[in-house]
């Protein structure tokens, strides 16, 4: 099949207005904070040397964070904040998406414009800087007519190396919730949909490339005092920013985002919803590759308005529980905490996505493993590998109580690998999900849990509180309640893990509700 | 010439921190008048203070003692920026700001001073003429464009847009070929005369002190040490002041021995 053939490129192409409407606007906005703070700054400390060397530290130590953990950091941040202007001044703002995105962000972009300011307004030419004076410039006027205009050429080559750094780190913003072209490459990293992350990396590329080479014929012109260069800049710097925001803009404001954590189920989750949504004449966006309190919280900020979530993990995660409770008491006692936050646990979807430990059949076989029992006498000569946030989850603790388990080793693993690794032996043990079609595929089996360690995962759809009394929306999800059980989700969970264009979420979610809607 | 003091210099003393953390004096107890229409060349090799006293006379510098008045009045008492904007001020190789056009550097202190667009634009056109460039050709090049008796000459204009008495040279031709530099001092000669300035020119070109100056001021480790008019100086005992003068002398000698009895040097 040609690459242009492929029903994934098209699906790509539809999602870029979106996609690059906002990663242009969060990094330009970012940017322009970075320029309003960064250039001051230099400005205020060219005269003293301690406060320009500290500024520099600290932008250079900044810039030694990686991209990801500096975005990641804003979010709870921000939310702190928010429950400070809420307790004392009434208001609270979202710490989801866009705003924590374009600080980090614009943070990052602090460095290159700090040092390129400071070096070109101390590199002026100190016979210039007294010609200035004596021709009766006040310091003000020496600055603004003479010092400035002279370092442009060298703050621009600064601002040049700022605006791709933030395009580049900006795809990083979709785990914070700030839609941006990283949704290409989060979403396809996680479903294996090598087309999406090529799309993303590429679209990422040529817009920086873009930015550069614009901004780089400014930098000329005002070097080489060229009007025509810098106004050609100027101009193409314009139509590419309007290019970009405005096919964003038309987007429906009042448009419903439905939300999906990291992994392959969530996607084909969201967008069985989307699809149901749409089809019931309401607008949807998705917000995809959340991390899990990410999601919550911005569901509790009604930033996104429903997404599927899992019994056990909103119990030990978000209410803090370690004691594991029969199915049906679990889910009431659920009901009544969200409740409590205005949040709507519409119902369960049907199926069950508990974490849980996972390895060969023929090695467990070989080694008389039959329940995590068995495994933790085995253990401390084995390794097992878990997602990003399982090792650091309170299932996990209360796994290791529960039956004194103390692993040779353990790694953490991007979900969809995890099982090729236990499959080809790399790692001994794994914690897996019991809705992955991949259990099937490579003959795994799940160890027993005879201790009831680990609590029911039921899957149950949520609504924003902003969404409690939204009829229309509750009328459109009803389809979806109690439909979807546990061979179904793992096939479709296979078919999404595939690399063909067949296993993209949507294509897996039309297949889904196929399945579903004609019971 | 008219009597009275225009720029009076009375016992002004500067020092800077030396490398070695001792107080290097620049100028140290200078007293000196120059008088209305005046043009008065100082001269000195390298750290003798010229510069610094130079510097001193617009507040470019602050005096650490002393008095410096100009028609009488204190300098200290005068805002330092108001002070430059009266002052014309010619540097070393030119000191034109390289982003601005011939003509906006020209018009620079005019704008300052609030003074008409129009206005400074027939003005510039005026001083081109007067510093013999044509107007029509060189006001708008940038300064990189011109060479480097051009940008001299603009730099002169640049001094005289807003019409000042008092006109500061810091080695105004210094960097620039013999040639070039033989004309243009003596354009600024006439200039000088014909507008009535007061000039106080900075040299370390005892000759070229001779053929423009009045007056010279010889300054040495920050005193002055001898002051006059050529002839008053070819009298002086001064043993620095002799060595300064014999340069011009012996190349005066020179010439009129190779161009034989009937040169006409």
């Given at each position: 099949m040609?690459?242009f053939g492929d029903?994934r490129?098209?699906?790509a192409?539809?999602?870029?207005p979106?996609?690059l409407?906002n990663?242009?606007r969060?990094s330009?906005?970012?940017?322009?904070?970075?320029l309003?703070v960064s250039l001051?700054l230099?400005?205020?400390?060219?005269?003293?040397?301690l406060m320009?060397?500290?500024l520099l530290a600290?932008?250079?130590?900044?810039?030694?964070v990686?991209?990801?953990?500096?975005l990641a950091?804003?979010?709870?941040?921000?939310?702190?904040?928010?429950?400070l202007?809420?307790?004392?001044l009434?208001?609270?703002?979202?710490?989801?998406g866009?705003?924590?995105?374009m600080l980090a962000?614009?943070l990052?972009?602090?460095?290159?414009v700090?040092?390129?300011s400071?070096t070109?307004l101390?590199g002026?030419?100190?016979?210039l800087?007294?010609?200035a004076?004596?021709?009766?410039?006040t310091?003000?006027q020496s600055l603004?007519?003479?010092?400035?205009?002279?370092?442009?050429?060298?703050?621009?080559a600064?601002?040049?190396?700022?605006?791709v750094?933030?395009i580049g780190?900006?795809t990083?913003?979709?785990?914070i919730?700030?839609t941006s072209?990283?949704?290409?490459?989060?979403?396809?990293?996680q479903?294996q949909?090598?087309?999406?992350?090529l799309f993303?990396c590429v679209?990422?590329?040529?817009l920086a490339?873009?930015?550069?080479?614009?901004?780089g014929?400014i930098e000329n012109g005002?070097?080489?005092?060229?009007?025509v260069?810098?106004?050609?800049?100027?101009i193409?710097?314009?139509a590419l920013l309007a290019?970009?925001l405005v096919?964003?803009?038309?987007?429906?404001?009042s448009?419903y985002a439905?939300?999906a954590?990291t992994f392959?189920e969530?996607?084909?989750?969201?967008?069985?919803?989307s699809?149901r949504?749409?089809?019931?004449g309401?607008?949807?966006?998705?917000?995809?590759?959340?991390?899990?309190?990410?999601?919550?919280e911005?569901?509790a900020a009604?930033?996104v308005?429903?997404y599927?979530d899992y019994s056990?993990?909103?119990w030990?995660?978000?209410f803090?529980?370690s004691d594991?409770r029969?199915r049906?008491e679990?889910?009431?006692e659920?009901q009544?905490?969200?409740?409590k936050q205005?949040?709507?646990?519409?119902g369960?979807?049907?199926?069950e996505?508990?974490y849980?430990?996972?390895?060969?059949?023929k090695r467990?076989?070989a080694?008389?493993?039959?329940?995590?029992?068995?495994l933790?006498a085995?253990?401390?000569g084995l390794?097992?590998a878990?997602?990003?946030e399982f090792?650091?989850?309170?299932?996990w603790i209360?796994l290791?109580q529960?039956?004194?388990?103390s692993?040779r080793?353990q790694?953490?693993m991007q979900?969809?690998f995890?099982?090729?690794?236990?499959?080809s032996?790399?790692v001994d043990?794994?914690a897996?999900?019991?809705?992955?079609?991949?259990?099937?595929?490579?003959d795994?089996?799940?160890?027993d849990d005879?201790?009831h360690?680990?609590p029911?995962?039921?899957?149950?759809l949520?609504l924003?509180?902003?969404?409690k009394?939204?009829?229309r929306?509750?009328?459109?999800?009803?389809p979806?309640?109690?439909?979807i059980d546990?061979?179904?989700?793992?096939?479709?969970?296979?078919?999404?893990?595939g690399?063909d264009a067949?296993?993209?979420p949507?294509?897996v979610?039309?297949?889904?509700?196929?399945r579903?809607?004609?019971r | 010439?008219p009597?009275?003091?225009m720029?009076g210099?009375?016992?002004?003393?500067?020092?800077?921190?030396?490398?070695d953390?001792a107080?290097?004096r620049a100028v140290d107890?200078v007293?000196?008048?120059i008088?209305p229409?005046?043009f008065?060349?100082?001269?000195g090799s390298?750290?003798s203070?010229k510069?610094?006293?130079?510097?001193?006379?617009?507040r470019?510098?602050?005096?650490?003692?002393?008095?410096?008045?100009i028609e009488g009045?204190?300098?200290?008492?005068?805002?330092?920026?108001m002070?430059?904007?009266?002052m014309?001020?010619?540097?070393q190789?030119?000191?034109?700001?390289?982003?601005?056009?011939?003509a906006d550097?020209?018009g620079i202190?005019?704008?300052?001073?609030?003074?008409p667009p129009?206005?400074?634009?027939s003005?510039v056109?005026?001083l081109l003429?007067l510093?013999r460039?044509?107007p029509?050709?060189h006001r708008?090049?940038?300064?990189?464009?011109?060479?480097?008796?051009?940008r001299?000459r603009?730099?002169?204009?640049?001094?005289?847009?807003a019409s000042?008495?008092?006109v500061?040279?810091?080695?105004p031709?210094?960097a620039?070929?013999?040639?070039?530099?033989?004309?243009?001092?003596?354009?600024?000669?006439?200039?000088h005369s014909k507008?009535?300035l007061?000039t106080v020119?900075?040299t370390?070109?005892?000759?070229?002190?001779?053929?423009?100056?009045d007056r010279i001021?010889?300054?040495?480790?920050?005193?002055?040490?001898?002051?006059g008019t050529?002839a008053?100086l070819?009298?002086?005992d001064?043993?620095?002041?002799t060595e300064?003068?014999r340069?011009?002398?012996?190349?005066?000698?020179r010439?009129?021995?190779?161009?034989?009895p009937?040169?006409?040097a």
């Amino acid at each position: 099949m040609s690459p242009f053939g492929d029903p994934r490129v098209p699906e790509a192409l539809g999602h870029l207005p979106d996609y690059l409407g906002n990663h242009v606007r969060v990094s330009l906005a970012a940017l322009l904070l970075g320029l309003i703070v960064s250039l001051p700054l230099a400005i205020l400390t060219r005269r003293h040397p301690l406060m320009r060397g500290a500024l520099l530290a600290f932008a250079s130590v900044v810039q030694t964070v990686p991209g990801l953990a500096l975005l990641a950091l804003f979010y709870p941040l921000l939310l702190a904040a928010s429950a400070l202007t809420l307790a004392w001044l009434g208001f609270s703002f979202s710490a989801f998406g866009f705003l924590p995105a374009m600080l980090a962000l614009a943070l990052y972009s602090m460095l290159p414009v700090l040092r390129n300011s400071i070096t070109a307004l101390n590199g002026i030419d100190a016979g210039l800087k007294e010609a200035a004076q004596g021709v009766g410039m006040t310091e003000r006027q020496s600055l603004f007519m003479i010092e400035l205009p002279l370092a442009l050429p060298v703050i621009m080559a600064g601002i040049r190396t700022a605006a791709v750094w933030v395009i580049g780190t900006a795809t990083l913003s979709t785990p914070i919730g700030q839609t941006s072209l990283g949704n290409y490459i989060f979403a396809g990293l996680q479903t294996q949909n090598w087309v999406f992350v090529l799309f993303g990396c590429v679209a990422s590329a040529v817009l920086a490339l873009a930015v550069d080479q614009l901004l780089g014929l400014i930098e000329n012109g005002l070097r080489r005092r060229s009007r025509v260069r810098t106004a050609l800049g100027g101009i193409g710097l314009a139509a590419l920013l309007a290019a970009t925001l405005v096919p964003s803009m038309a987007r429906p404001v009042s448009s419903y985002a439905v939300g999906a954590k990291t992994f392959t189920e969530q996607y084909v989750l969201s967008a069985l919803i989307s699809d149901r949504l749409r089809d019931s004449g309401l607008a949807a966006t998705t917000r995809a590759g959340l991390g899990s309190s990410v999601i919550f919280e911005a569901l509790a900020a009604s930033d996104v308005d429903v997404y599927v979530d899992y019994s056990g993990t909103l119990w030990a995660n978000q209410f803090h529980h370690s004691d594991v409770r029969p199915r049906e008491e679990l889910l009431k006692e659920l009901q009544r905490l969200l409740a409590k936050q205005d949040i709507t646990l519409l119902g369960e979807i049907g199926f069950e996505n508990a974490y849980a430990l996972v390895m060969p059949r023929k090695r467990a076989e070989a080694l008389g493993i039959r329940s995590i029992a068995d495994l933790a006498a085995r253990a401390p000569g084995l390794s097992i590998a878990g997602d990003y946030e399982f090792f650091s989850r309170p299932e996990w603790i209360g796994l290791r109580q529960a039956y004194g388990l103390s692993f040779r080793a353990q790694r953490q693993m991007q979900p969809d690998f995890m099982y090729a690794a236990v499959a080809s032996g790399e790692v001994d043990v794994i914690a897996g999900y019991t809705s992955d079609g991949l259990i099937a595929k490579y003959d795994l089996v799940v160890l027993d849990d005879p201790r009831h360690a680990i609590p029911p995962y039921d899957a149950v759809l949520l609504l924003a509180p902003r969404r409690k009394d939204d009829e229309r929306l509750k009328a459109a999800l009803e389809p979806l309640l109690g439909r979807i059980d546990i061979a179904t989700m793992r096939e479709a969970n296979l078919r999404a893990s595939g690399n063909d264009a067949t296993s993209s979420p949507d294509a897996v979610a039309r297949w889904l509700w196929e399945r579903i809607g004609k019971r | 010439m008219p009597s009275g003091t225009m720029i009076g210099y009375a016992h002004v003393a500067k020092s800077f921190p030396g490398s070695d953390g001792a107080r290097v004096r620049a100028v140290d107890g200078v007293s000196l008048d120059i008088a209305p229409a005046e043009f008065l060349a100082i001269v000195g090799s390298s750290g003798s203070g010229k510069s610094t006293l130079l510097r001193l006379t617009n507040r470019l510098i602050e005096a650490d003692s002393g008095k410096i008045t100009i028609e009488g009045k204190d300098v200290g008492d005068s805002d330092p920026v108001m002070l430059r904007r009266r002052m014309g001020y010619v540097f070393q190789s030119g000191g034109l700001f390289p982003h601005m056009s011939v003509a906006d550097n020209i018009g620079i202190t005019p704008r300052l001073l609030g003074t008409p667009p129009q206005q400074i634009s027939s003005r510039v056109d005026e001083l081109l003429e007067l510093v013999r460039l044509d107007p029509t050709e060189h006001r708008h090049r940038l300064p990189h464009e011109l060479s480097g008796g051009q940008r001299q000459r603009v730099g002169v204009a640049r001094a005289l847009a807003a019409s000042p008495h008092i006109v500061l040279m810091d080695e105004p031709f210094g960097a620039l070929d013999p040639l070039t530099r033989d004309g243009l001092g003596e354009d600024y000669r006439a200039l000088h005369s014909k507008l009535g300035l007061t000039t106080v020119m900075i040299t370390h070109d005892m000759t070229e002190a001779i053929l423009l100056a009045d007056r010279i001021a010889v300054m040495g480790g920050g005193k002055l040490l001898a002051q006059g008019t050529p002839a008053e100086l070819a009298g002086s005992d001064d043993a620095y002041v002799t060595e300064l003068l014999r340069t011009p002398r012996r190349q005066a000698e020179r010439l009129s021995s190779l161009s034989g009895p009937d040169g006409a040097a």
